[in-house]
């Protein structure tokens, strides 16, 4: 496919997805979600990318939200697929099986923020902010925003930041768990590769599993959950990259994991 609306770029194992919508600051339309929805099958069929980032073009913004000239146009029966849609692909990205990185590099508002919550890891330039003003707007979070910060932050702050629309700063970011690490923005793009690349060493297999227990523990019960965790990680045992990590390990050399 050819992409109108964002750049996809691989580059040593490494899937970079950038929105690229500086006009209007990167915001999400539909045609953006469905290139985006295209780049992240790309990463999953490729065997040889191992971890994926998303950032957006410029510093202003990762991504400033939807496109409001777009939300303005649509009915009852449009507004509804247009969340569906957003959830589906932020669901996709969620559920990928293997790591995403989020590159906030600016502002990241509404859908914006909601991009982010549905990757892995979440990397912020200090100078970056992440906010939620639907309720301003007269609507209300519609990718999945009310569901994932909950479960990230807890719900009585999701409830403040939800219902104040207040922004939330870097240093205010890291303290309550939004996002992993906070770096200069000058630092953004190579503390992402440094991480991406750490990443890339492990078991593709290991980390597709971990991520399938993380996500399907989060929505069942704990004794579930334990026992899922059991099947999963015999799977893990029995895989020839088990068997490498193993052998590396004893043979005091890096391990050369293949994904079986």
Same mark, same amino acid.
């Given at each position: 496919?050819?992409?109108? #609306?964002?750049?996809?770029?691989?580059?040593?194992?490494?899937?970079?997805?950038? +929105? #690229?919508?500086?006009?209007?600051? #990167?915001?999400?339309?539909?045609?953006?979600?469905?290139?985006?929805?295209?780049?992240?099958?790309?990463?999953?069929?490729?065997? #040889?990318?191992?971890?994926?980032?998303?950032? &957006?073009?410029?510093?202003?913004?990762?991504?400033?939200?939807?496109?409001?000239?777009?939300?303005?146009?649509?009915?009852?029966?449009?507004?509804?697929?247009?969340?569906?849609?957003?959830? &589906?692909?932020?669901?996709?990205?969620?559920?990928? &099986?293997?790591?995403?990185?989020?590159?906030?590099?600016? /502002?990241?508002?509404?859908?914006?923020?909601?991009?982010?919550?549905?990757?892995?890891?979440?990397?912020?330039?200090?100078?970056?902010?992440?906010?939620?003003?639907?309720?301003?707007?007269?609507?209300?979070?519609?990718?999945?925003?009310?569901?994932?910060?909950?479960?990230?932050?807890?719900?009585?702050?999701?409830?403040?930041?939800?219902?104040? &629309?207040?922004? +939330?700063?870097?240093?205010?970011?890291?303290?309550?768990?939004?996002?992993?690490?906070?770096?200069?923005?000058?630092? /953004?793009?190579?503390?992402?590769?440094?991480?991406?690349?750490?990443?890339?060493?492990?078991?593709?297999?290991?980390?597709?599993?971990?991520?399938?227990?993380?996500?399907?523990?989060?929505?069942?019960?704990?004794?579930?959950?334990?026992?899922?965790?059991?099947?999963?990680?015999?799977?893990?045992?029995?895989?020839?990259?088990?068997?490498?990590?193993?052998?590396?390990?004893?043979?005091?050399?890096?391990?050369?994991?293949?994904?079986?």
């Amino acid at each position: 496919m050819e992409f109108q #609306n964002i750049m996809y770029e691989v580059k040593e194992g490494l899937a970079w997805i950038t +929105i #690229n919508r500086p006009s209007v600051m #990167n915001a999400l339309n539909t045609a953006t979600l469905e290139e985006l929805s295209c780049a992240v099958d790309e990463v999953e069929k490729d065997g #040889n990318i191992l971890v994926a980032i998303i950032r &957006g073009t410029g510093e202003k913004a990762f991504v400033a939200g939807a496109d409001i000239e777009e939300i303005s146009k649509l009915d009852l029966k449009g507004s509804f697929a247009y969340s569906k849609r957003g959830q &589906g692909v932020f669901s996709k990205i969620e559920r990928l &099986g293997k790591p995403v990185l989020a590159a906030i590099n600016g /502002l990241a508002l509404g859908g914006g923020a909601e991009l982010a919550l549905a990757c892995t890891l979440r990397v912020m330039s200090e100078t970056a902010k992440l906010g939620f003003p639907e309720l301003g707007l007269g609507g209300i979070p519609g990718f999945g925003g009310t569901q994932r910060l909950p479960r990230l932050i807890g719900k009585s702050r999701s409830l403040w930041y939800i219902m104040m &629309g207040e922004m +939330i700063d870097a240093s205010k970011a890291l303290e309550i768990g939004l996002v992993h690490k906070v770096v200069p923005a000058a630092g /953004l793009e190579e503390e992402c590769k440094k991480i991406a690349h750490l990443l890339a060493k492990k078991s593709p297999l290991a980390m597709r599993l971990a991520l399938q227990a993380i996500h399907a523990g989060m929505e069942i019960g704990q004794e579930e959950g334990f026992l899922l965790e059991s099947n999963l990680m015999t799977i893990a045992s029995l895989s020839n990259d088990k068997k490498e990590g193993i052998n590396a390990f004893f043979q005091k050399r890096p391990p050369k994991f293949t994904g079986d």
